[in-house]
């Protein structure tokens, strides 16, 4: 089944974000939401979740599932919102409770801070399957830029996250805590391993030098033959090096901090305190 996929890109974050519907039906997934944030005056803004509940609105589907990808470090999820407007099932990986347990440490969260996944409606794991009405979508574990990334394929599309990006941009970092070069070079051979007309869908675009638009949709086969850093069957000693090198040149994400302390939830923010405020914390020198 060849499902119908309409993206939308947030150029604030450059993250891809996409609804994934049947040809014929009105089951939809979202994937890999956005909650704007304003990080100098800690403001949030729906505007980005909005135009995707509007266009499903207009689009009479039906949301059943609201994915993620992975705990994503440069954006916020809009999934608690999206849910409460449109329905559906939270889902992510099930290695979301080793992320949990690194950022509970990191963000000195405490006990009340259940580090076991339960903030999501689903935990999933590797060759594990659920449903998008009649389709059904698989799930590859797809580890190395974090410990929980996963690779959704609905029919012929794989929705990669963060793991590959365009082939002329490349592949994921991997030094945040629980990442892993050796690891995301296993995992992109998961994703290599598909057919070759394979649509692939990434989590983000940043315009790769020379290129005057932003593009976010490519193929196992153009992957594996012209990614600039795993193409043309690059062994994985090569891999590592690179990868571990360009890593080292890399800045935090802007939003790395909020990111993670809401996404670790779900999206959920931290719990209020008796003034019904909602505080974020700034750890000093822990990333």
């Known amino acids: 089944m060849t499902p119908i996929i309409k993206a939308f890109f947030d150029e604030a974050t450059n993250t891809v974000s996409y609804v994934v519907y049947e040809p014929q039906g009105s089951a939809c997934a979202i994937i890999d939401s956005v909650l704007?944030?304003?990080?100098?005056?800690?403001?949030?803004?729906?505007?980005?979740?909005d135009a995707i509940i509007g266009w499903i609105i207009d689009k009479e589907l039906k949301v059943q599932?609201?994915?993620?990808?992975?705990?994503?470090?440069?954006?916020?999820?809009?999934?608690?919102?999206?849910?409460?407007?449109?329905?559906?099932?939270?889902?992510i990986g099930a290695k979301i409770t080793v992320v949990q347990d690194t950022f509970g440490k990191v963000f000195n969260e405490g006990t009340e801070f259940q580090r076991d996944g339960s903030q999501f409606d689903a935990l999933f794991t590797d060759g594990d399957s659920f449903h998008i009405g009649q389709m059904r979508a698989d799930v590859m574990h797809t580890p190395g830029h974090t410990p929980a990334c996963m690779?959704?394929?609905?029919?012929?599309?794989?929705?990669?996250?963060?793991?590959?990006?365009?082939p002329d941009f490349g592949t994921a970092r991997c030094d945040f805590p629980g990442g892993s070069s050796e690891m995301l070079y296993q995992s992109i051979q998961k994703i290599l391993a598909l057919p070759d007309e394979t649509r692939v869908f990434v989590g983000h675009d940043y315009k790769a030098p020379g290129r005057d638009q932003y593009a976010w949709e490519t193929t196992v086969?153009?992957?594996?033959?012209?990614n600039?850093?795993?193409?043309?069957?690059?062994?994985?000693?090569?891999?590592?090096?690179l990868r571990d090198a360009r890593d080292a040149t890399l800045a935090m994400p802007r939003l790395i901090l909020p990111s993670?302390?809401?996404?670790?939830?779900?999206?959920?923010?931290?719990?209020?305190?008796?003034?019904?405020?909602?505080?974020?914390?700034?750890?000093v020198n822990k990333l």
Do not use: C
């Open 36 to 49: 704007d944030f304003d990080h100098a005056s800690g403001r949030t803004d729906t505007s980005s979740a």
């Open 65 to 91: 599932w609201i994915l993620e990808s992975h705990v994503h470090a440069d954006h916020l999820s809009a999934a608690p919102y999206l849910q409460e407007e449109l329905g559906g099932k939270i889902g």
């Open 151 to 166: 690779t959704y394929v609905v029919g012929d599309a794989a929705f990669v996250g963060d793991t590959l990006f365009m």
């Open 221 to 226: 086969g153009e992957q594996k033959a012209l």
């Open 228 to 241: 600039v850093h795993i193409g043309h069957g690059r062994s994985i000693e090569d891999f590592t090096g």
């Open 260 to 283: 993670l302390q809401v996404n670790m939830r779900a999206g959920h923010m931290p719990e209020p305190d008796d003034q019904g405020d909602v505080f974020l914390k700034l750890p």
